[in-house]
């Protein structure tokens, strides 16, 4: 996966997500709790290995996400 931001607000972590979709990326928003705030995060993605993930970063910073950092599953 490629993180493009986290959010305070549903209906800005919405806004990225359609972006991207118009794009042409596959994006995604989940829902995350920290402490008492719930955040959302937006990803694209996903991909099945960290090559194709780094791929997929540089398309997305070279589309003006200059953010976008790859994640690692633990």
Known sequence: MVQ???FGEHGNADRL???LKGQGFHAL?????SGK????RVRA???AQRSAAE???A???AAGHTGAMT???K
């Open 17 to 19: 997500a359609q972006q």
């Open 4 to 6: 493009l931001g986290v």
């Open 29 to 33: 928003v989940s829902g995350i709790s």
């Open 37 to 40: 705030r719930s955040l959302w």
């Open 55 to 57: 791929q997929l970063r």
């Open 71 to 73: 994640i690692v599953p």
């Open 45 to 47: 993605g996903p991909v």
């Open 59 to 61: 398309r997305l910073r």
